[in-house]
């Protein structure tokens, strides 16, 4: 057998130095790294940017009316102590400012308006009960949008659950670039939103683009060619059943109840789509994933379970501006199929809220479904600004 080779100590000694030698640089950075972290860390959840907690800062939004980082106010808005109003909903409710809701509700002095674009059931369902857990505001618009219906699971791309979950090891991932940023404008300028004057900007602009983009002949061909190819199928009946809406059983109706349990006022709203999305949103792909093609009878039915449920909780109440089409019928108010762009429909749409005109109940929630169906059914193009169609639309 041959004999182990011998190991030289003194040589091992020096690669072990020369190794820590090589290492330590290495540590150097690391542990930098993590005391710049947790430096951040300490900053950012002392100065709480986002109100989360009982210390800090009490965070200011600069403006209760903020879509592109509705987020990220939520909790300010839910533990504002003044708010008398609060509007949840989504894309079709974005347009409404803090003044607009004073102007539509004369007695609220601090309403807020935490509407944002592409909401999902999830996230909205944590919208809905962060302001049941912590809001002392005694009325409350949700807008009933299809989409907090659909799956319970689905979240809007890049929503900040992670602030409203119960781990509060969750709180740490506002330690980034934009609960950074936030920190440095509440310490400078006692606010951690961006300067509501520009965001408002943003919103104004996204909008007005939207509606230049649809607002031309071109697009209004397209559509008309969506009429003709589904007027036969628009009406198919769908599901007959409010179990077919699993989100608005299961996290919906839940907030509601406790709403209406708190003594709050609670009015929802339905959107005011117009007659033609009805025909956009069971065609091609990117709606039928959205819709189905069954999507005008859902919508009915999803407005007739929430009237029957309304009617048995106090202080609930539905109201709908297309209970007249009319009101839905002209694209040339439209910034798209589904939301309105016109000033004097969109104040039409609050001022509703409290117009027995417009409210629905349980004796004519039929009669209205069978209204805006036959209305749907019927529709042929209307478009006042580019001049097409007849006068009444429907």
């Known amino acids: 057998m041959s004999p182990r080779p ?5 040589s091992s000694r020096s690669k072990a130095r020369g190794f820590r030698r090589r290492l330590s640089p290495v540590l150097l950075v690391f542990s930098a790294i993590l005391v710049a972290y947790w430096a951040a860390a300490a900053l950012v959840v002392g100065a709480d940017p986002y109100d989360l907690y009982r210390w800090g800062l009490r965070a200011d939004a600069g403006a209760a009316h903020q879509p592109r980082f509705a987020g990220y106010l939520l909790r300010m808005a839910a533990r504002d102590p003044k708010a008398d109003l609060v509007l949840i909903g989504g894309s079709t409710s974005t347009t409404y400012s803090a003044d607009d809701l004073r102007d539509a509700f004369p007695g609220a002095r601090d309403p807020w308006n935490i509407s944002y674009h592409a909401s999902r059931a999830l996230d909205r369902h944590l919208a809905t009960t962060t302001i049941v857990k912590q809001s002392t505001a005694p009325r409350v618009l949700i807008v009933l949008d299809w989409l907090y219906a659909r799956s319970v699971d689905q979240k809007r791309d890049n929503f900040p659950v992670y602030l409203y979950d119960d781990d509060p090891f969750n709180d740490l991932r506002m330690v980034d670039q934009r609960g950074l940023a936030a920190t440095a404008r509440l310490l400078r300028t006692g606010s951690s939103m961006p ?26 061909a397209r559509i008309e060619r969506l009429l003709g190819r589904h007027r036969a199928d628009v009406d198919r009946v769908g599901a007959t059943d409010c179990g077919a809406f699993p989100a608005f059983n299961v996290q ?11 003594g709050k006022r609670v009015d929802i709203i339905v959107p005011p ?42 202080g609930v109440f539905v109201s709908a501006i297309d209970t007249d089409p ?16 016109d000033p004097v429909l969109l104040k039409k749409v609050l001022s509703a809220v409290d117009d027995p005109a417009y409210r629905l109940t349980p004796e004519n929630v039929d009669a209205y479904a069978v209204r805006l169906r036959a209305a749907a059914k019927a529709y042929q193009l209307r478009n006042s600004k580019l001049g097409l169609g007849n006068e009444t639309g429907s």
């Open 252 to 262: 919906f109706l839940p907030a509601l109840r406790a709403l209406s349990a708190q």
């Open 273 to 314: 789509y117009s007659l033609a999305m009805y025909y956009e949103w069971v065609a091609g792909p990117k709606y039928l994933s959205l819709g189905g093609s069954t999507f005008l009878s859902d919508q009915l039915l999803l407005r007739r379970c929430m009237v029957e449920v309304a009617a048995t909780l106090p």
């Open 326 to 341: 009319a009101n839905v019928s002209d694209l040339g108010a439209f910034r798209d199929t589904s939301h309105l762009y």
């Open 6 to 10: 011998s190991i030289d100590p003194v």
């Open 195 to 220: 300067d509501p004057a520009i965001a408002d900007a943003d919103e104004v602009a996204f909008n007005d683009r939207g509606y230049r983009s649809f607002q031309t002949q071109k697009t209004m």
